[in-house]
C-alpha cells in the first residue's frame, strides 16, 4: 500500500507540473482515483513542500511549490 500511496503521489506532481494546478476533485476523475485518496496523496505532498494549496473553501487548488 506505501508503494500505491507513492505512485500516487509522482502521477498527481506530474499532472501538476503539465497542467500547473488543479482541484482535487479534476485530480480523482483524471486518475479515476476517489476523492479521499487524492486528498491523501496532496496532504502528503504538502508536507513534503513540494505542492501548495491555493484559495480555500470550495475553491482550493493545488500547485507545485
Known sequence: QHFELENNQDRI???LREIRESSTS????????HHNTV????N???KA??????????KIRYRIR
Open 13 to 15: 506532481f506530474e499532472l
Open 44 to 46: 502528503q505532498l504538502i
Open 49 to 58: 513542500s513540494k505542492v501548495e494549496k491555493i484559495g480555500s473553501g470550495k
Open 39 to 42: 486528498l491523501k496523496n496532496l
Open 26 to 33: 479534476e485530480i480523482a476523475n483524471h486518475f479515476d482515483l
